[in-house]
């Protein structure tokens, strides 16, 4: 079992910055790689960015930033430059086979979420 806690959400105006972090537990934090997605009201869970190699979705690269420190079981992701249309229900993930996915169904374990509102 593996047991993520998204924080770091919040309201921030357009081109603000925020940072999310996820707290893992319950297995080898080190051995999976982390993938951090979206959902906005009525859309699909998207991808955001993920963590073994790090990649991104088009729209925020160049403006998000994952990242992660093993010693504190964490995984960030700084946020840049910040737009409406990034508004959305944040989650971080845990893919157990260690490379990651854009794929959702290949994470095994979610956070709860974290809302994050920017406001034009």
């Known amino acids: 079992q593996v047991q993520l806690v998204e924080n770091g959400g919040g309201l921030v105006q357009a081109g603000g910055s925020l940072r999310l972090s996820c707290a893992a537990s319950?297995?080898?934090?080190?051995?999976?790689?982390m993938g951090w997605f979206r959902q906005a009201p009525g859309k699909e869970r998207e991808f955001v960015a993920a963590?073994?190699?790090?990649y991104y979705k088009d729209s925020v690269e160049g403006r998000y930033t994952i990242s992660r420190d093993n010693g504190k079981n964490t995984v960030y992701l700084e946020m840049n430059s910040l737009k409406p249309e990034d508004t959305a229900v944040y989650y971080c993930?845990?893919?157990?086979?260690?490379?990651?996915?854009?794929?959702?169904?290949?994470?095994?374990?979610w956070g709860q979420g974290t809302q994050v509102t920017v406001s034009s």
């Open positions: 963590i073994s190699s790090t």
């Open positions: 319950g297995r080898t934090f080190s051995n999976y790689a």
């Open positions: 993930a845990a893919d157990l086979r260690g490379w990651g996915s854009r794929r959702r169904y290949d994470y095994a374990y």
